[in-house]
């Protein structure tokens, strides 16, 4: 919990402890020299960006001259010692990875979570030290540990040691509140990230979209206030600019919001709009990106977007509207979302701009619901298998010679 940054620090050695040493106080602000005749490439290159002063040397008394605290991992004894006496006599708080017990400061395993800092030290066995910061910095997103405020919050200042910065930090004004906008993945609740979790262990008000993943709210407080403003195909019960103005109306009250979205909310999820909403009006957003359906669903078919000799690259589209220009050849994946029926006019438009009708075509239902199923055809075929099928929203079209590496293919049907 040393506020480290913009002192000398002194790290002698740089093989793997020195180097993870040194580098975490980099992330810490820290003004870092690091002694050794021989560095790693990590090292090397922070010296080459300017984010550290490599001294290539073997380590001379009056190193530590001005520093605040150094560590020693040189792996020669006989070194080790001379810096550790020589720390000694300059009164340098010293870390020795050769020996705790004759160190004078010992690191511990560290997390980061939202504005709180875990440390760990465990009886010397650091991996019982990382083993239990890890469920500490679970409990903690998970919410099964609360960590209730009872000052008003400050802005985050550089994290300790080894701590890791939060994915975007975003001090919010006196009074105001804030909004994330969260992926929340494909449906599966395996797939939804740390930081969405930890954002909703904390929210005031969620507001749901109708494919946000329902069993994220696990993780929410149990007085959050869920507000589902999902649109359902053909219908728009809320708005966009309502949705916007609401998300805005209750971060200005000094609601922290979490506007969870099925996916990715960037991948047609209108992120940008709510964004530039929330920034019009002068409160915090953070984007934290989500699983999409549009590779995951896929995945869940056992279906890879790109595959060597099978696909060289994809493209996303919806199926609502013109396709637009896409890559004709087979070795393009095309992943349409949306657009169901309209899937034969699509399958026909794809031909008639030169697909080969033979290409393999898909469609995924509900992936990773209980409604998960996939149909196979080609693009000659498909609208009228997926017609027969009763295929049904959310859905997903996937277009190319990758759909033959789904369990199930027998060749064109
Ligand atoms: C408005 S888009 C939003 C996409 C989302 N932002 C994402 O990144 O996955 C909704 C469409 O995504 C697809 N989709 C999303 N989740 C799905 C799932 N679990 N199974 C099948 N399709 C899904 C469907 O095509 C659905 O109509």
């Known amino acids: 919990m040393l506020r480290v940054a913009g002192r000398r620090c002194v790290v002698v050695g740089a093989g793997p402890v020195g180097t993870r040493r040194a580098l975490a106080l980099v992330r ?31 380590y001379a008394t009056g190193d530590l001259d001005g520093a605040w605290l150094a560590h020693t991992a040189t792996g020669v004894p006989a070194i080790d010692e001379a810096v550790a006496a020589d720390a000694e006599d300059a009164r340098v708080w010293l870390g020795r990875a050769d020996d705790r017990t004759l160190s004078s400061l010992w690191v511990p395993a560290a997390a980061r979570v939202d504005d709180v800092t875990v440390t760990v030290s465990a009886g010397g066995d650091p991996r ?87 069993a994220a709210l696990e993780h929410a407080r149990d007085d959050v206030e869920v507000i589902d403003v999902g649109k359902t195909a053909g219908t728009h019960p809320v708005p966009q600019e309502d949705i916007n103005a609401l998300l805005v109306a209750r971060a200005l009250d000094g609601a922290r919001v979490v506007r969870l979205k099925g996916g990715d909310p960037y991948v047609f999820g209108r992120g940008g709009e709510e964004l530039d909403a929330c920034a019009a009006a002068g409160v915090p957003v953070e984007v934290v990106p989500g699983v999409t359906s549009a590779i995951a669903v896929l995945a869940a078919a056992g279906i890879p977007v790109t595959h060597r000799g099978l ?35 699509t399958a026909a438009e794809l031909v008639a701009r030169g ?59």
């Open 28 to 58: 810490a602000g820290a003004d870092v020299t690091v002694v050794a005749p021989v560095a790693s490439a990590d090292v090397t290159g922070a010296a080459a960006r300017g984010e550290l002063r490599w001294e290539q040397r073997p």
């Open 128 to 214: 019982r030290a990382m083993e239990l910061r890890d469920k500490v910095a679970h409990a903690l997103r998970d919410g099964t540990i609360s960590a209730p405020r009872h000052r008003a919050a400050r802005s985050t200042t550089p994290s300790p040691l080894s701590a890791a910065p939060p994915a975007t930090p975003v001090p919010a004004p006196p009074g105001v509140g804030e909004v994330a906008l969260v992926g929340g993945g494909p449906g599966d609740a395996g797939l939804l990230t740390l930081r969405a979790a930890e954002l909703l262990a904390r929210a005031d008000v969620v507001v749901l979209d109708r494919l946000a993943p329902r």
């Open 311 to 345: 696909s060289r690259g994809f493209t996303v589209l919806t199926g609502h509207d013109d396709l637009g220009t896409v890559p004709d050849a087979p070795d393009h994946t095309l992943v349409l979302l949306m657009g169901l029926g309209r899937l034969r006019t």
């Open 355 to 413: 697909r080969d009708p033979h290409t393999p075509a898909a469609v995924l239902e509900d992936g990773y619901g209980p409604r998960a199923r996939t149909t196979l055809g080609t693009l000659a075929t498909i609208g009228e298998i997926a017609n027969a099928a009763g295929v049904r929203a959310p859905a997903i079209t996937v277009v190319g010679d990758v759909v033959t590496r789904a369990p199930g293919w027998a060749g064109p049907a």
